[in-house]
Nanobody, 115 residues
């Protein structure tokens, strides 16, 4: 069973930065798709960043230019650099990695942005 361990969340003031990490127990070299999602209270889980095996990244307009997803296959780790954070970015953030039919999720980490 693949395990993903998420870390890096916390409390930050508006305009600040945080970097989330997602460490996998399986090699990420062959991972097809790696992404970060978030879920705010009372809202549905939404995609905030995705990166393909070839390194192509995509973001929704709400975070484009502020968030950067990256992967380090040598460390089996994915990152989400979040800059210029806003109070509306407050949510629990989850990482997701897919290896073909294997679809693994991290445990979630709370990000709180104060105004």
């Amino acid at each position: 069973q693949v395990q993903l361990v998420t870390s890096g969340g916390g409390l930050v003031q508006s305009g600040g930065s945080l970097r989330l990490s997602c460490a996998a127990s399986r090699s990420t070299f062959s991972a097809n798709l790696m992404g970060w999602y978030r879920q705010a209270p009372g809202k549905e889980r939404e995609l905030v960043a995705v990166i393909t095996r070839s390194g192509n990244a995509n973001y929704p307009e709400s975070v484009k230019g502020r968030f950067t997803i990256s992967r380090d296959n040598a460390k089996n780790t994915m990152y989400l650099q979040m800059d210029s954070l806003k109070p509306e970015d407050t949510a629990v953030y989850y990482c997701n990695i897919r290896w073909g039919v294997i679809d693994a999720w991290g445990q979630g980490t709370q990000v709180t942005v104060s105004s």
